[in-house]
């Protein structure tokens, strides 16, 4: 004989837990489906590819304010371009690829000399790769490797201390390509 399974009384109930799954399937759309405002400074970041949030023609733009205003991360560590430990500010780049709802396999980042590398999309998920902004408590300048500095803890982990990582620090940073 079959066991008899649990009852639960009650079209309330079954209504409520119907919402709670809508709202939390929906919750983690929401923030990539947010309107991204136009920015009002000078653009020192683009986003193109395959976006669901855009603010201009084909892709997202985002000046420091808009930059900032997302949620923020830090830490200290040293480089091997740095003569010494510098603190670095920004957001992370996976955060800001769900801002704009980025799909695709990897994610194409070009300095402003147009050197590129390609990051798969399995290690902007699992590494806490920072778009740096600040550096010692100011933004970053152009002269100073800025204004979007691609960088990792390298002192807090040595496995980020390799020539394969070091290659996805990009400095000068102007486009993320979602592909």
């Known amino acids: ?53 855009t603010n201009a023609a084909g892709r997202a733009e985002f000046d420091m304010e808009m930059l900032s205003a997302l949620p923020q991360h830090e830490f200290s560590t040293t480089t091997p371009w740095t003569d010494q430990k510098h603190h670095f500010r920004g957001v992370l ?3 800001l690829l769900r801002r704009v709802g980025a799909e695709g396999s990897e994610v194409r980042a070009v300095a402003l000399n147009d050197y590129y590398h390609d990051i798969e999309r399995e290690l902007v998920v699992e590494l806490p790769l920072l778009l740096a902004t600040h550096q010692n408590g100011q933004p970053m300048k152009i002269r100073h490797k800025g204004p979007v500095w691609l960088m990792l803890p390298l002192s807090d982990n040595p496995r980020f201390n390799t020539k394969r990582y070091h290659e996805l620090l990009i400095w000068q940073l102007k486009t993320l390509d979602a592909r």
Do not use: C, H, N, Y
Request: positive net charge; charged residues 15%.
């Open 93 to 95: 780049l996976s955060e």
């Open 1 to 53: 004989m079959k066991p008899a399974m649990p009852e639960v009384r009650g079209r309330r109930f079954w209504s409520m837990l119907t919402l709670g799954l809508l709202l939390s399937a929906w919750s983690s759309l929401l923030f990539a489906a947010a309107p991204l405002p136009v920015p009002q400074g000078r653009v020192i970041l683009t986003v193109t590819g395959k976006l669901a949030v």
